[in-house]
């Protein structure tokens, strides 16, 4: 899709948007609605800008988990002074996801205190291919 647009579409019974959200490089970064049989989920991608959500209204998808960079988070640059999280408003997931990091790499050991201190019901993944169930 251009920027500011979506395209929606199921398959195999799951219906899914998938939404242009710009990155601020020469590159296209693409975020995904998808509902998994009412359990309504939303992966960022690599977002940003914030103000592009304006576009969609989010608010109106009630998403229940949401895959998001881990920091937009962890890092102080991402809250207001009144610690509220610009895109967190913008999408009020019920269960967060921190996405985009390497965990050989380290980045979630040197972000997971302020990641759980700001958000503690996260759900972190601390190893390759490890597994969680989620109720909801």
């Given amino acids: 899709p251009e920027d500011g647009q979506q395209i929606s ?28 049989g009412g359990l309504t989920v939303f992966n960022t991608g690599d977002i940003v800008e914030i103000a592009a959500l304006d576009n969609y209204d989010l608010h109106a998808e009630q ?16 809250w207001d002074a009144s610690g509220n999280n610009p895109l967190i408003e913008a999408i009020t997931p019920k269960l967060i996801i921190p996405s985009h990091y390497s965990i050989p790499r380290g980045d979630l050991l ?9 958000i503690p019901d996260a759900v972190l993944f601390d190893e390759p291919l490890q597994a969680r169930q989620i109720a909801y």
Wanted: proline share 6%; glycine share 4%.
């Fill in 63 to 78: 998403i229940d988990l949401a895959l998001i960079p881990y920091f937009y988070l962890a890092e102080e640059q991402f």
């Fill in 9 to 36: 579409d199921q398959k195999n019974g799951i219906a899914f948007k998938v939404l242009n959200l710009p990155h601020n490089y020469p590159v296209t970064n693409l975020g995904f609605l998808i509902d998994l």
């Fill in 110 to 118: 040197l972000h997971r205190d302020d990641l759980l201190a700001r």
